[in-house]
């Protein structure tokens, strides 16, 4: 079942967010987290390093899998998502380093290195959580509409509209990189847990698609609806559609 919470603020987003990875760190101090990029995750990362820091969570044993990374960007650009998951999420909440893992974008054997990305999640016992965002064409993790709902980790292409989505981060918009690596729609159902996060009217057309809309690969987070444990925590901006 899925489930939707309405919350006036993109702080009490990430509060209520917060609150369902909490509870599983909190039960499962060894446990695997799924962490995602993007800005609207990152209202969920400060509260839990508020959480940290105030000793009341422990995540030095949680293990982290991204969701995604780009193709041939070094990872000390400060765009990758390498370094962006350093910075916002194993840094601030103390987790260890030697235990986060972001599929790899350099691999000379991609396809190999993707199999070895989703043997590494089967090893630690599976996601536990896993943290979502999305975008306003409806993808999660960087798999595009049209993305195969059973999809495992793979290359993709990056839509034109997310490349200029992206361009900000980058000196140009010809330095974005064209090509990504991310978990699949099928990799994703795995998890036990699914919390996606989204805020403002920009993604309330998203929003609708993926909670009243059909299952289709048009919308990619529509496949939230095949899970039995999804929360969706969204403001009312976002919410604005439904
Ligand atoms: C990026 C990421 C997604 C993210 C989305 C929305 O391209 N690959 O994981 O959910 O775009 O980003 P934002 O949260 O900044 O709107």
């Given at each position: 079942q899925m489930e939707i919470v309405i919350l006036p603020d993109s702080a009490e987003v990430g509060r209520v967010a917060a609150s369902v990875i909490a509870d599983v760190v909190a039960r499962k101090p060894d446990g695997a987290l799924g962490l995602a990029t993007g800005s609207s995750p990152l209202a969920i990362y400060d509260e839990l390093a508020r959480r940290a820091a105030a000793g009341?969570?422990?995540?030095?044993r949680m293990r982290g899998f991204a969701l995604d990374e780009y193709v041939g960007?070094?990872?000390?650009?400060?765009?990758s998502y390498h370094a962006v998951i350093d910075r916002t999420v194993t840094k601030p909440l103390g987790m260890d380093p030697e235990l986060v893992s972001v599929p790899d974008g350099l691999a000379q054997d991609v396809p190999a290195a993707c199999a070895a990305y989703e043997a590494a999640i089967d090893a630690a016992g599976g996601i536990d959580v896993q943290i979502l965002g999305i975008g306003a064409?409806?993808?999660?993790?960087?798999?595009?509409?049209?993305?195969?709902?059973?999809?495992?980790t793979r290359i993709k292409t990056l839509t034109p509209k997310t490349r200029a989505d992206n361009a900000?981060?980058?000196?140009?918009?010809?330095?974005?990189?064209?090509h990504c690596v991310t978990q699949g729609l099928g990799t994703i159902l795995r998890a036990r847990r699914l919390v996606l996060v989204a805020q403002g009217e920009a993604k309330a057309e998203a929003i609708a698609a993926a909670v009243e809309?059909?299952?289709?690969a048009s919308c990619p987070a529509s496949v939230l609806q095949l899970h039995e444990h999804a929360t969706v925590v969204i403001d009312e901006g976002a919410a604005s559609r439904l």
């Open positions: 009341e969570l422990d995540f030095s960007l070094d990872y000390a650009h400060p765009e064409n409806g993808h999660i993790g960087f798999n595009e509409p049209t993305s195969s709902l059973a999809s495992r900000r981060f980058f000196d140009s918009p010809e330095a974005v990189p064209t809309g059909p299952v289709s």
